[in-house]
């Protein structure tokens, strides 16, 4: 699986598998870093690796946590950028909203870990 692209049905990419365990893909995402993806959202594994649907229909409503484990806010779309997946646009408590880059998530499962603080997020949006 290593080196497999990881594609949603609509065939925008999310990244390659870097590595794998029990319960998650390692996703690097070009050369900046990468992310762990839980398995719960591969459907099946071919040439590719394919998700179980569209990235923004399995991840909106994710709650965000930053990386002191404090709520950020709740995915309300995706952006890709020619057929990749580039960021997230969360909302937060107050109703604003944010954009997440790829390279700031840490993980993707039952909710999304980022790798920077809300106080960094909110720095680098600025």
């Known amino acids: 699986m290593i080196g497999k692209a990881v594609v949603d049905t609509e065939g925008v990419e999310v990244g390659y598998v870097a590595?794998?365990?029990?319960?998650?893909?390692?996703?690097?995402?070009?050369?900046?870093?990468s992310l762990f993806l839980g398995r719960r959202f591969i459907d099946r594994i071919e040439d590719r690796v394919v998700l179980k649907g569209a990235?923004?229909?399995?991840?909106?409503?994710?709650?965000?946590?930053?990386?002191?484990?404090?709520?950020?806010?709740?995915?309300?779309?995706?952006?890709?950028?020619?057929?990749?997946?580039?960021?997230?646009?969360?909302?937060?408590?107050?109703?604003?909203?944010?954009?997440?880059?790829?390279e700031d998530i840490k993980m993707i499962d039952e909710f999304i870990e980022l790798d920077v603080t809300a106080d960094e997020l909110y720095a680098n949006a600025g």
């Open 19 to 33: 590595g794998e365990d029990a319960q998650f893909l390692r996703i690097a995402e070009g050369p900046v870093g």
């Open 55 to 102: 990235i923004e229909d399995l991840f909106r409503g994710l709650n965000v946590v930053d990386a002191s484990g404090e709520f950020v806010g709740i995915v309300r779309d995706t952006v890709e950028t020619e057929d990749t997946m580039d960021s997230l646009i969360v909302e937060d408590e107050e109703g604003e909203t944010v954009v997440v880059v790829l």
